[in-house]
Nanobody, 115 residues
Framework: QVRLVESGGGLVQAEGSLRLSCAVSGSRFRINAMGWYRQAPGKQRELVAVITSGGTTNYADSVKGRFTISGDNAKNTVYLQMNSLKPEDTAIYYC?????????WGQGTQVTVYS
């Protein structure tokens, strides 16, 4: 059973920073990619950032230059460093990993940015 455990969400003032972590356990196969998605109230879930096992990264345009995704393959852990946060970054952030062709999700962590 693949399990994702997220941590690091919270309440922060605009222009502040937060760091999210997500640890994956229980996978029998190599994790091909890990990433972060977010869903704001009334909106669809959207990609924030993704990193492959080879280190290739991709970001949503709205977070480029402010957020940095990194991973530790040995620990099956992915991080999201979020700087210069804006109120529009407020959402539930979900960790995702892809094993073979299956996507797994964490339970989500709330990030709230106030001005």
């Amino acid at each position: 059973q693949v399990r994702l455990v997220e941590s690091g969400g919270g309440l922060v003032q605009a222009e502040g920073s937060l760091r999210l972590s997500c640890a994956v356990s229980g996978s029998r196969f190599r994790i091909n990619a890990m990433g972060w998605y977010r869903q704001a109230p009334g909106k669809q879930r959207e990609l924030v950032a993704v990193i492959t096992s080879g280190g290739t990264t991709n970001y949503a345009d709205s977070v480029k230059g402010r957020f940095t995704i990194s991973g530790d393959n040995a620990k099956n852990t992915v991080y999201l460093q979020m700087n210069s946060l804006k109120p529009e970054d407020t959402a539930i952030y979900y960790c995702n990993c892809r094993v073979l062709v299956i996507d797994y999700w964490g339970q989500g962590t709330q990030v709230t940015v106030y001005s």
